[in-house]
């Protein structure tokens, strides 16, 4: 079974996410253990602070890493270490999140403990002590990293057994092996003629060999369009 522990202020937006899609398959299937874990609940003080203003100055509050350490530490199995976990974080300007980090973290033999962080960020000695990898799924900023984490999490869930109707569906996903790492090819469905445009004949011709085909280089197309970084 996978192991995924979320760490947020916000635990119940967290624990809601895992009411729907992919996420509730995999858990109902028992290919994941899923926790949403309170930060506020690893506080040093009565007030369940878990920040602190920078030093140095400067606009904004900091999380502070000793919360943050034991909060880690409370998602150790009662059998491991701290090296059983695997601790990912969000941060601007991080390496992008891709389609290949989450195949490789789906088959990872470690518990995955994200940090959703929040206010001005996570204290540097936090992450260089704790983190073994940070990320961003994009150059814009939003107001925590709950929504990050839940779009890498799904990814990354669509490959455990369980989580999808179609195991091949996560193969053939854009940018995944079953695409050769391309972009899906356009598809279409009834009514045959939407607004005047038709659905490509020969979608509708049965020629099987025909239909491989035009999905083969409409994909080719497509990422030439959107994304010619990715054609070698």
């Not at 028992?30 to 930060?39: A, G, K, N, P, Y």
Request: hydrophobic share 45%.
């Amino acid at each position: 079974m996978h192991s995924i522990s979320i760490i947020s202020i916000h635990p119940r937006f967290i624990a809601s996410y895992s009411e729907f899609g992919a996420l509730r398959a995999a858990i109902a299937a028992s290919s994941l253990d899923f926790r949403s874990v309170d930060l506020r609940d690893f506080a040093i003080d009565r007030h369940a602070s878990v920040d602190e203003a920078p030093y140095g100055g400067g606009d904004g509050m900091v999380m502070r890493p000793d919360v943050l350490a034991k909060a880690i530490a409370g998602q150790i199995p009662a059998d491991g270490d701290h090296s059983s976990l695997h601790v990912i974080s969000t941060a601007p300007g991080a390496k992008p999140w891709t389609q290949a980090d989450a195949l490789r973290l789906s088959a990872i033999k470690k518990n995955l403990v994200f940090i959703c962080g929040r206010f001005a960020g996570l204290d540097q000695r936090f992450i260089d002590l704790h983190v073994d990898e940070e990320f961003s799924i994009g150059d814009f900023v939003v107001s925590g990293g709950e929504l990050p984490v839940m779009a890498m999490v799904d990814s990354l869930v669509r490959m455990l057994p369980g989580a999808l109707g179609n195991p091949a569906s996560a193969r053939d996903d854009s940018f995944a092996e079953g695409m050769g790492g391309l972009l899906e090819y356009p598809l279409y469905t009834r009514p045959a003629v939407y607004e005047g445009v038709k659905v490509p004949d020969v979608l509708m011709s049965g020629d099987h060999k025909a239909i491989q085909k035009w999905r083969a280089d409409q994909a080719v197309a497509r990422t030439r369009r959107l994304r010619p970084d990715l054609l070698k």
